[in-house]
């Protein structure tokens, strides 16, 4: 980080991934300049550490990152200041935020008793049945159903149905987002308290940092929140999530890694730091 004053944190699926395609290609200019100027660039997903390994190394990436939705935060040890002490699992340093997945799953079976074929979550998907919902390779798929603080899941019900799940939901101490494709079942985490987290962990060591976070849809928003510089991209069709309107939010013109581009050409000029 010596050449910089900001941090990026940035979602996946939809924002810089093509949410049908899953293709960056559309953000290699932003990509290349967030690279050149040594940006510390944090993928902060819904996806599972498994499957953010892989796109890490898609983009050249090592920085660290946040999985399902703020389940967890993975790092390396530079940045081992802060208040929480980090524990240590597959070569990372990280600080657990979710409720592990066998905790999660018994609360899920409540929901699946209660609302039996209206529910479907990932658990009980094959592979195959994934690929089709998703787009994603069989290998891709795979590595989706590695959760570990969250369980995503299909909803066929009426308006009525889904106010009902969502008071259920609540009964049992966990929390409901509401992705492109998925709904999400998880705990008190979200990605803005993994962003707060990782934040200050940096600006113990390099003051004056600042947060910029890009997203397209409601549950990005406590990311948003979370930032100096929220930036939201328009979904297919070019409208943007009615969802979110927040304070300093900009709104960058383009549909996913188009918006995603040109909202971070747009501020990198004007917040880096000359050398």
């Not at 939705?69 to 980090?86: E, Q, R, V």
């Not at 406590?222 to 930036?231: E, F, G, H, S, T």
């Not at 890694?257 to 730091?273: D, E, H, Q, R, S």
């Amino acid at each position: 980080m010596d050449k910089t004053d900001f941090i990026i944190f940035t979602d996946l699926d939809g924002t810089l991934l093509d949410r049908n395609s899953y293709s960056f290609s559309a953000a290699i200019e932003a990509l290349n300049r967030i690279k050149e100027m040594n940006i510390p660039l944090i993928l902060c997903s819904s996806k599972t550490k498994a499957e953010i390994e892989i796109w890490r190394e898609r983009l050249d990436n090592n920085d660290p990152f946040i999985s399902e939705n703020g389940g967890a935060i993975f790092f390396s040890d530079n940045l081992n200041s802060g208040n929480k002490n980090p524990d240590e699992r597959d070569g990372y340093r990280f600080i657990e935020l979710g409720i592990p997945y066998t905790e999660l799953m018994a609360r899920f079976n409540e929901l699946k008793n209660k609302f039996g074929d209206r529910i479907r979550g990932f658990s009980e998907m094959d592979v195959d049945e994934l690929v089709g919902l998703t787009g994603l390779s069989q290998a891709e798929a795979v590595l989706a159903k590695q959760r570990e603080y969250t369980e995503p899941f299909v909803f066929k019900g009426s308006k009525t149905d889904e106010k009902e799940l969502e008071k259920s939901i609540e009964g049992l101490n966990l929390s409901l987002t509401k992705g492109g494709r998925f709904y999400c079942l998880l705990g008190d985490n979200d990605k803005g308290k993994a962003v707060k987290i990782l934040t200050h962990r940096y600006r113990k060591s390099h003051s004056g940092i600042e947060t910029v976070a890009i997203g397209d849809g409601y549950n990005d928003l406590p990311m948003l929140k979370a930032v100096d510089v929220p930036i939201l991209v328009q979904k297919p069709g070019g409208s943007y999530d009615i969802q979110i309107d927040i304070p300093k939010l900009h709104r960058a013109h383009g549909v996913g890694p188009v918006g995603w581009n040109a909202g971070l050409m747009k501020i990198l000029p004007f917040t880096v730091k000359k050398i």
